[in-house]
T-cell receptor, first 113, second 115 residues
Framework: AQSVAQPEDQVNVAEGNPLTVKCTYSVSGNPYLFWYVQYPNRGLQFLLKYITGDNLVKGSYGFEAEFNKSQTSFHLKKPSALVSDSALYFCAVRDKTNNDMRFGAGTRLTVKP | ETGVTQTPRHLVMGMTNKKSLKCEQHLGHNAMYWYKQSAKKPLELMFVYNFKEQTENNSVPSRFSPECPNSSHLFLHLHTLQPEDSALYLC??????????????FGSGTRLTVV
């Protein structure tokens, strides 16, 4: 079965600096990869996904993620962080051969003014 | 609003109570899911319904009982819960639970506290 690891519980960055939230995955076949964001007292909101094609995927709110097959990673990035980006971020993987979406434990991003 | 509505937003119940969580979507999706979110733990998939049929039950205790009367509605019936069941319960839907590339649309969740 597929799995996702988010190695950092917490990421702190200063406003205006670039941010990276890390994600590695394990899947037997080719993956569909997703990033979701959760604001306080809300459900998860879709940010972006990798299905096939270009390894660099652009999503909502200026976020992007890079699929790296050799390193089995799908790190989330943004060139310039905003205070409003502070939230809980979840990486998820879905195996193309089954219907099971697996989520990581989440990384709390805090952007300080 | 995301298109998936969950009620109530907050629920406090005693261990002997019976209550139900409701989820509703009008996105035309055919698959619906219940997840449990506890602090510092991965999202736990509880149940999957595809075209109203339950296709997955991830070893969830019988004190949680799902019901899916149609593709737009999903319920989670709760009875004799334990304090460790306190968590945020999230409902999600997707186009299907088969081999699609689609992501999930989540509701805002029900914050459940068992006292």
């Amino acid at each position: 079965a597929q799995s996702v690891a988010q190695p950092e519980d917490q990421v702190n960055v200063a406003e205006g600096n670039p941010l990276t939230v890390k994600c590695t995955y394990s899947v037997s076949g080719n993956p569909y990869l997703f990033w979701y964001v959760q604001y306080p007292n809300r459900g998860l909101q879709f940010l972006l996904k990798y299905i096939t094609g270009d390894n660099l995927v652009k999503g909502s709110y200026g976020f992007e993620a890079e699929f790296n097959k050799s390193q089995t990673s799908f790190h989330l990035k943004k060139p310039s962080a905003l205070v409003s980006d502070s939230a809980l971020y979840f990486c998820a993987v879905r195996d193309k051969t089954n219907n099971d979406m697996r989520f990581g434990a989440g990384t709390r991003l805090t952007v300080k003014p | 609003e995301t298109g998936v509505t969950q009620t109530p937003r907050h629920l406090v119940m005693g261990m002997t109570n019976k209550k139900s969580l409701k989820c509703e979507q009008h996105l035309g999706h055919n698959a619906m899911y219940w997840y449990k979110q506890s602090a510092k733990k991965p999202l736990e998939l509880m149940f999957v319904y595809n075209f109203k049929e339950q296709t997955e039950n991830n070893s969830v205790p019988s004190r949680f009982s799902p019901e899916c009367p149609n593709s737009s509605h999903l319920f989670l019936h709760l009875h004799t819960l334990q304090p460790e069941d306190s968590a945020l319960y999230l409902c999600a839907s997707s186009q299907d639970s088969g081999q699609g590339a689609g992501g999930y649309t989540f509701g805002s969740g029900t914050r459940l506290t068992v006292v």
